[in-house]
T-cell receptor, first 107, second 107 residues
Framework: DSGVTQTPKHLITATGQRVTLRCSPR?????VYWYQQSLDQGLQFLIQ???????AKGNILERFSAQQFPDLHSELNLSSLELGDSALYFC??????FGDGTRLSIL | GIQVEQSPPDLILQEGANSTLRCNFS?????LQWFHQNPWGQLINLFY???GTKQNGRLSATTVATERYSLLYISSSQTTDSGVYFC?????????FGDGTTLTVKP
């Protein structure tokens, strides 16, 4: 058990919709990293927050946004969803501690 | 950005065999990790190894930072070792993942 909690585990929605993925970091960790794993793009880093501030940005689309709240949990918001956004979304609270992921399916 | 190449892309072994997986990266990094993704999609961090050698049971890893490669050794492989092995390399919180090596261990 990595101590990183992601909800929901599975999400099914339709094109054009908006969803929010949630991540609670391991106790004591101040960072949250978001990753996307899709069949087309493989695993890629999206964005990192540290203690509420954006720290590093990767290949995150403009339709996606994230934030980290004062209690250190983070939300990844995906809007105007497209079929290609179907993927497994991971968060991590350190390079070594990953959550089990949220599997997003766009119909 | 940093390019990460893994080889071989696929590997099939008989139980009990040894194997070596390779990860080449294109630039200096301060973060190099190996992950195992199991058939259920969970990402398990195996090693955080920006340089040097580490061992954990039947697994060991060596990173030669000056030559920009890392090796993951699996000895006496077991069927539970099956899955995809990813290498991730990067700096300042941003990591690039390779395409992975899919390992199948047959009983």
């Amino acid at each position: 058990d990595s101590g990183v909690t992601q909800t929901p585990k599975h999400l099914i929605t339709a094109t054009g919709q908006r969803v929010t993925l949630r991540c609670s970091p391991r106790s004591g960790d101040l960072s949250v990293y978001w990753y996307q794993q899709s069949l087309d793009q493989g695993l890629q880093f999206l964005i990192q927050y540290y203690n509420g501030e954006e720290r590093a940005k990767g290949n995150i689309l403009e339709r996606f946004s994230a934030q980290q709240f004062p209690d250190l949990h983070s939300e990844l918001n995906l809007s105007s969803l497209e079929l290609g956004d179907s993927a497994l979304y991971f968060c991590a609270s350190s390079p070594q501690h990953f959550g089990d992921g949220t599997r997003l399916s766009i119909l | 950005g940093i390019q990460v190449e893994q080889s071989p892309p696929d590997l099939i072994l008989q139980e009990g065999a040894n194997s070596t997986l390779r990860c080449n990266f294109s630039d200096s990094v301060n973060n190099l990790q190996w992950f195992h993704q199991n058939p259920w999609g969970q990402l398990i961090n195996l090693f955080y190894i920006p340089s040097g050698t580490k061992q954990n049971g039947r697994l060991s890893a060596t990173t030669v930072a000056t030559e920009r490669y890392s090796l993951l050794y699996i000895s006496s492989s077991q069927t539970t070792d099956s899955g995809v092995y990813f290498c991730a390399a990067g700096n300042a919180g941003k990591s690039t993942f390779g395409d992975g090596t899919t390992l199948t261990v047959k009983p």
